[in-house]
T-cell receptor, first 112, second 110 residues
Framework: ETGVTQSPTHLIKTRGQQVTLRCSSQ?????VSWYQQALGQGPQFIFQ???????GRGNFPPRFSGLQFPNYSSELNVNALELDDSALYLC???????????FGSGTRLTVV | KQEVTQIPAALSVPEGENLVLNCSFT??????LQWFRQDPGKGLTSLLL?????REQTSGRLNASLDKSSGRSTLYIAASQPGDSATYLC?????????FGTGTRLQVFP
């Protein structure tokens, strides 16, 4: 049974650029969620995908968007990057939360 | 709006001590509660999941309890070791997302 894998592990982008982060869900899981974690804070919910549809969204602007693919993997896209977007981005998969969530190792995004 | 608070924010103890980490939440209508461990700069490792119908879960030296009516969960770590040093995060599942506390940063020294 494979866990949740995220790529890349680290990324440096310039303000105004666009970025795509990728996540492969754990085998048997059909729901993917994305979280943003600023330094010293708890993770904040961005959005969740189930059956390739957005199934809940946190307090993030529309320039944060996502996709879920038929194999349940997912992408997080962020347009017009701002300095405050610098954070650890975490992906989590679940079977609709029934048995809890499994997280990946995260992508560290730095915007300069 | 659900809010999750963790106390203490930081803890430094000698090896061998038994520890209690506290988590409180404002809305008792939760689906599950999950405790995670996070090493610096790393992802989250699930420690224990307590479903809403359960009152506690145990795994090795870890025991977590849940009292929904009072909005509290406690993570108990027995016989702490230096390898337990990490940040411990409590998260409540509001059916479509996890809401996290800011964590307890634990340091166990030899």
């Amino acid at each position: 049974e494979t866990g949740v894998t995220q790529s890349p592990t680290h990324l440096i982008k310039t303000r105004g650029q666009q970025v795509t982060l990728r996540c492969s869900s754990q085998s048997g899981h059909n729901t993917v969620s994305w979280y943003q974690q600023a330094l010293g804070q708890g993770p904040q919910f961005i959005f969740q995908y189930y059956r390739e549809e957005e199934n809940g969204r946190g307090n993030f602007p529309p320039r944060f968007s996502g996709l879920q693919f038929p194999n349940y993997s997912s992408e997080l896209n962020v347009n017009a990057l701002e300095l405050d977007d610098s954070a650890l981005y975490l992906c989590a998969s679940s079977s609709q939360g029934i048995e809890g969530y499994t997280f990946g190792s995260g992508t560290r995004l730095t915007v300069v | 709006k659900q809010e999750v608070t963790q106390i203490p924010a930081a803890l430094s103890v000698p090896e061998g001590e038994n520890l209690v980490l506290n988590c409180s939440f404002t809305d008792s209508a939760i689906y599950n509660l999950q405790w995670f461990r996070q090493d610096p700069g790393k992802g989250l490792t699930s420690l224990l999941l307590i479903q809403s119908s359960q009152r506690e879960q145990t795994s090795g030296r870890l025991n977590a309890s849940l009292d929904k009516s009072s909005g509290r969960s406690t993570l108990y770590i027995a016989a702490s070791q230096p390898g337990d040093s990490a940040t411990y995060l409590c998260a409540v599942d509001n059916t479509d997302k996890l809401i996290f506390g800011t964590g307890t940063r634990l340091q166990v020294f030899p």
